[in-house]
């Protein structure tokens, strides 16, 4: 066996530690392919939209007082901040669903949002979130108070987002008497609404409630003088349709009126559709005494 010459080895040698280095040091070198940048998230806009509209629901007077929507293109979160008002003696809340609309897109509050109830004569407030998707704007927006068959309100959020209807009472001022036989009646005011606020409830959307408030005298002398009852007054519509005053406990004044007494501020409630407008009359009857209208218009 020949042996090879010493200075082949040591070559030899050096060969295998130098090829041994490299690949121990090339486990520590960088990879040469493209990293992959992370894609940046999407800058949500904050913006708040100061409203202040107020709206008449339920009995109770409902402001809008702002909404914030902060949003990308993926959605986001929209806060709309109520504060309610509670002019009736008792207390109430507001059962009519609070809904944001964008379009066709109808969403509800989240489960964490609560409309408290509100104390009788006080105030209370709420902030409702909604969460939407895919919508990255609410310009077009609004809210709505109420759902079918009932009234319900809108309240656009920008003036591009069409008209609000916030039902607000029209105050009526009327006047003129009328006597059948010794029952005197004397108008002294109206009222138009859609809701009934001793009852908190909103009326179907074809219905408003027409509260007329009036004076009664007795003209006769009968000692035991004379028990006034909602059979002794009626409305007769435009159309020549006559209306009874509701029969729910809350809606007509029934009085004794004594011999030659007035009794002041009386009242009854009639249901009439909604928007009529016209010529109505106030009607007096007393037994078999000649019927007697008293003439007011609306509109």
Known sequence: MTRAPKHRLALLAAVVVAALTVAACGEDLPSLAATA??????????????????????GLEVEVVSVTSTLDARGGPVEVVLRMKNPTDQDSSLDGPVTLLIGTVRADPTRESEVPEVPAGGSAAATLTYELQGIASI???????GAGPLHVASVPITPFAGTPVVFEPQQLALRGNGASGTLKIT??????????????????????ALTITYDATYTGTFSGGFAFTGDNVALKLPNG?????????HSQSVELIGATKNKAGLSSRFEIPAGLTGTFNFLVRNGSSPVKAIPFTIG
């Open 187 to 208: 108008l002294k005011s109206g009222v138009l609404r859609s809701d009934l606020p001793d009852w908190s409830q909103e009326l179907d959307a074809g219905l408003q």
């Open 241 to 249: 349709t006559v209306v009874e005053a509701r029969r729910d406990g």
């Open 37 to 58: 940048q992370p894609t940046p998230e999407p800058t949500a806009k904050v913006t708040t939209y100061e409203l202040g509209t107020k709206v008449w629901y339920e």
């Open 139 to 145: 310009d077009l927006g609004r809210i709505e108070i």
